[in-house]
């Protein structure tokens, strides 16, 4: 069973200016691949990597590889379309959120992430909920990388795998307003999608949950 954990980095003034930099051309070199993959409706990732690796890697510097993950996220996003994938061009926003895989991050311990960047690795603390300290052993070798403009704060959302036959009691949640009720932990992925970036989409396999049932069943 897979939930998604979400961690709040706490980097020091120069790892930010890195992270934000890293998001900021790692989407620009996204929406150029986006423009490329469009124009020659390439969605197959072998043949669309042939045709950009080598320019992006030129023209925006990227480490190669956040240049593959950056191809792999355009090709799933067109694919994500399927027959209408073809019909308008996708572009990234500035701030979208950014996929790190086990090359391009690492944890030591629990309390510390390692992160490539455009500016170098960098180490830096990361600080989780209870509910997943306890099973952050058990992350996969995947995570997103967003960045609350906001509040100028920087988040991971880390897949998490619970082993077969876990018995666990999260705590509930209720809604005095609307009397909904679910477990607190999906409240807080709610929290997340209103109040984290737009584009910072769930791991595959996660649970989602795509509303709140009023307003105030998520924290203001």
Known sequence: ????????????????EKLLRTIQVVNQARNYISEVAFSGRLANKVKLQRVVYEEVRRRF?????????????????????????????????????????????????IDRASINTVGGRIVLPVVWGSYFRERVAFRRGHARLFHDRHKNEFYLLVAVGLPEGEVSEPQGFECRACNFRENADLVGAINISFRGVQSATLMPGALVYGQAPCSSAWSG
């Open 61 to 109: 510097g990227l480490p190669a590889q956040h240049t593959v993950r950056a191809i792999a996220s355009v090709v799933n996003s067109y694919k994500a379309k399927k027959k209408r994938r073809w019909e308008k061009k996708i572009e990234f926003d500035t701030f979208s959120a950014i996929d790190l895989d086990q090359r391009l991050i690492s944890f030591k311990g």
């Open 1 to 16: 069973m897979l939930l998604t954990a979400k961690g709040k980095l706490l980097p020091s003034q120069e790892h930010k």
